[in-house]
């Protein structure tokens, strides 16, 4: 049974950096793509990144894009997210998520709906 677990989060200032991974155990998809989604409070899920898992295409919401960075390593079977320049409205509970959508589109990447395994999520609290 496959899992996703994610780690890294934490509470740091306002221009701080984070690293969230994101580790993939049991079996894995090689052409499997991995989204970060992040909810705050009283928001809805949004998307924030997603990257193939073999070919290394990346997208990114334009509130993170410049400041946010998708990387992988397919040796641990983990998907990393940095995240640089944070602001307080980064704060939020990260989650990374298996695409199980058809089509390489950004509107389908950005919609929650469309991935179908998720990790438990992980904090992210930005004071400013």
């Known amino acids: 049974q496959v899992q996703l677990v994610e780690s890294g989060g934490g509470l740091v200032q306002a221009g701080g950096s984070l690293r969230l991974s994101c580790a993939a155990s049991?079996?894995?998809?090689?052409?499997?793509?991995i989204g970060w989604f992040r909810q705050a409070p009283g928001k809805e899920r949004e998307f924030v990144a997603a990257?193939?898992?073999?070919?290394?295409?990346?997208y990114y919401a334009d509130s993170v894009k410049g400041r946010f960075t998708i990387s992988r390593d397919n040796a641990k079977n983990t998907v990393y997210l940095q995240m640089n320049s944070l602001k307080p409205e980064d704060t939020a509970v990260y989650y990374c998520?298996?695409?199980?959508?058809?089509?390489?589109?950004?509107?389908?990447?950005?919609?929650?709906?469309?991935?179908?395994?998720w990790g438990q999520g992980t904090q992210v609290t930005v004071s400013s």
């Open positions: 990257m193939l898992w073999s070919g290394g295409a990346t």
């Open positions: 998520a298996r695409f199980a959508g058809r089509s390489w589109t950004i509107s389908n990447l950005s919609a929650a709906t469309r991935y179908d395994l």
């Open positions: 049991g079996r894995t998809s090689a052409s499997g793509t």
